[in-house]
């Protein structure tokens, strides 16, 4: 059943390296909570106490608008397939903007993305796993090409105009401060 640790361990990093999948939960004190799926692997272990990864441009910002107020993230990764598992770190996140100079340290663990808007670079301070055996089996069919293909096509100005349209608050109406870090 659930144990839980103060570090990553390295059957932690293998078992995160094999997901596809990960699941970001954020909240300021007073907006919704917001749960959102990544993939697209861009996600990178920096170390044992040290993880980040990549965001790319989509329909909202929460988790940008909720970290700059409130920097608490719970980051999930569930097996879908083989031994069950739900593995948590529980941590602290920082925004990385273009503009801001930890950019240029830490793009290089990510492989290029077109839409690249921010990137969460996290202290856990607890990884917890629990067993998931409720969590159901699901065959991994490949990655889908269509948020890429869709920043692509719209370049740098049509990413930044969308930002400009789409991405500036959240539902809630927190700003994400994302053109004045965009650089």
């Given at each position: 059943?659930?144990?839980?640790?103060?570090?990553?361990?390295?059957s932690?990093?293998?078992?995160?390296?094999?997901?596809?999948?990960?699941?970001?939960?954020?909240?300021?004190?007073?907006?919704?909570?917001n749960?959102?799926?990544k993939?697209?692997?861009?996600?990178?272990?920096?170390?044992?106490?040290?993880?980040?990864?990549?965001?790319?441009?989509?329909?909202?910002?929460?988790?940008?608008?909720?970290?700059q107020?409130?920097?608490?993230?719970?980051?999930?990764?569930?097996?879908?397939?083989?031994?069950?598992?739900?593995?948590?770190?529980y941590?602290?996140?920082?925004?990385?903007?273009?503009?801001d100079?930890?950019?240029?340290?830490?793009?290089p663990?990510?492989?290029?993305?077109?839409?690249?808007?921010?990137?969460?670079?996290?202290?856990?301070?607890?990884?917890?796993?629990?067993?998931?055996?409720?969590?159901?089996?699901?065959?991994?069919?490949?990655?889908?090409?269509?948020?890429?293909?869709?920043?692509?096509?719209?370049?740098?100005?049509?990413?930044?105009?969308?930002?400009?349209?789409?991405?500036?608050?959240?539902?809630?109406?927190?700003?994400?401060?994302?053109?004045?870090k965009?650089?």
């Open positions: 059943m659930g144990q839980r640790f103060s570090e990553l361990s390295q932690h990093i293998q078992f995160i390296a094999e997901q596809k999948i990960f699941f970001i939960g954020t909240a300021t004190g007073d907006s919704r909570v749960v959102s799926p993939g697209m692997d861009s996600f990178a272990v920096l170390g044992s106490n040290r993880v980040a990864w990549l965001n790319v441009t989509g329909s909202s910002n929460e988790t940008s608008a909720h970290v107020h409130d920097p608490r993230m719970t980051i999930m990764f569930c097996a879908f397939q083989d031994k069950p598992l739900i593995l948590r770190l941590g602290t996140a920082k925004v990385i903007h273009r503009a100079p930890e950019w240029e340290g830490l793009i663990c990510f492989k290029p993305f077109p839409g690249a808007r921010q990137i969460f670079d996290v202290a856990v301070d607890l990884v917890q796993t629990s067993c998931g055996m409720a969590v159901p089996c699901f065959d991994y069919v490949g990655e889908r090409e269509l948020l890429n293909d869709w920043a692509r096509a719209k370049g740098e100005e049509g990413i930044r105009r969308y930002w400009e349209e789409k991405n500036q608050v959240s539902i809630d109406g927190i700003p994400t401060h994302i053109l004045a965009a650089g």
